[in-house]
């Protein structure tokens, strides 16, 4: 049997957030709905149809008259991105003491386990990262508490990648296993500890990279704004 068509905005939607989550296209980069069809060689509504969607996640800007440019990226909203992460995750590991069930850290340590591979792809790398936590959320057993995981942890993609340096020797699958563990145990102290690390340090590597060894590439990308 053969395998359903993608349509055609969901491959210019999928390619073009990829380019934007990667940094390949930097904040404040302009696109323009011709030449986005011209590239990926699709008529001009499969392009509007993924600009649309992009612009409701937050992922580029539209001004009336300028057309569509890449969400900047500023200190301010990494800060709120690291805060609502906390908050949503430390909410969904708290329900997860009482609903988790044995089969569900089954599969978690299976996820940890592939953030701790060697010598994955940068991009894949942060992937299975946020698969994990996504599927954490999974343990409180709410639709509407993952899917808000899941939205925030998308916004976190270009912060990961910034940080990414530190990120990737930071040495994951040891931090999601004490993670996992501590639900298990119902230890509130220590899930809470974790989860603080592993939603602000990565903004932190960032901010210190700024402020210490600033490299022109990432103070390009960051604006000072909030």
């Known amino acids: ?23 390949e ?30 612009s409701q996640e937050g992922l580029l800007a539209v001004k009336r008259g300028q057309g569509y440019t890449v969400a900047n990226l500023t200190i301010g909203n990494i800060t709120e991105i690291c805060d609502l992460r906390f908050v949503l995750e430390t909410g969904a590991a708290r ?16 996820l940890s386990a592939a953030t701790g591979e060697k010598h994955v792809a940068d991009f894949e790398l942060i992937k299975r990262n946020c698969e994990f936590h996504i599927a954490l959320a999974g343990l409180s057993h709410n639709a509407k508490l993952v899917e808000a995981v899941r ?30 563990n501590a639900i298990k145990d119902r230890d509130v102290e220590t899930v809470t500890t974790l989860l603080h690390a592993e939603a602000y340090d990565a903004s932190q590597r960032v901010l210190e990279q700024l402020l210490r060894n600033p490299d022109p590439r990432t103070a390009q990308l960051i604006s000072m704004g909030n």
């Open 151 to 180: 939205r925030v942890m998308d916004d976190s993609v270009r912060v990961f990648h910034l940080g990414l340096p530190a990120f990737a020797s930071h040495g994951m699958q040891v931090d999601h296993d004490a993670l996992i």
């Open 25 to 54: 296209l930097s904040p404040g980069a302009h696109l323009s709905e011709s030449g986005i069809a011209q590239q990926f060689g699709v008529s001009a509504s499969p392009v509007r149809d993924a600009l649309g969607r992009l």
């Open 95 to 110: 329900l997860a003491m009482d609903r988790a069930r044995p089969e569900d850290f089954d599969r978690l340590f299976v």
């Open 1 to 23: 049997m053969a395998e359903p068509k993608v349509a055609r905005w969901t491959l210019v939607y999928d390619e073009l957030k990829r380019q934007i989550q990667s940094l």
